[in-house]
Nanobody, 123 residues
Framework: QVQLVESGGGLVQPGGSQRLSCTAS????????MGWFRQAPRKEREGVSC????????YYADSVKGRFTISKDNAKKTVYLQMNSLKPEDTAVYYC????????????????WGQGTQVTVSS
């Protein structure tokens, strides 16, 4: 069955960096688009970034553009989210998901979710 396991969350100071990892099993990573979502307290879950199955297309929400970078290693079955210049408003639970589509203008159709990893940006 499809499984997604996130790791790499934790406490980081404002301006710092963090790299999240999402290890996939139960399907062939290079056949699917993958996305990162986040949910802050009392807010709706939002799409942060995605990468297409080919790796050619990526998308970033305006709030993270220029600071976050998504990548993947098909051989390791892992998707990464490198987060730089972190801000307190980046504090959230971050979820990895297999999604139906990813294009330069957006993402959607989450099909399977990981359990999430907490990222807290605070001094």
């Amino acid at each position: 069955q499809v499984q997604l396991v996130e790791s790499g969350g934790g406490l980081v100071q404002p301006g710092g960096s963090q790299r999240l990892s999402c290890t996939a099993s139960g399907f062939t990573l290079n056949l699917y688009s993958m996305g990162w979502f986040r949910q802050a307290p009392r807010k709706e879950r939002e799409g942060v970034s995605c990468i297409s199955s080919s790796g050619i297309s990526t998308y970033y929400a305006d709030s993270v553009k220029g600071r976050f970078t998504i990548s993947k290693d098909n051989a390791k079955k892992t998707v990464y989210l490198q987060m730089n210049s972190l801000k307190p408003e980046d504090t959230a639970v971050y979820y990895c998901a297999r999604i139906a589509w990813c294009a330069s203008h957006g993402m959607g159709g989450a099909q399977h979710w990981g359990q999430g990893t907490q990222v807290t940006v605070s001094s």
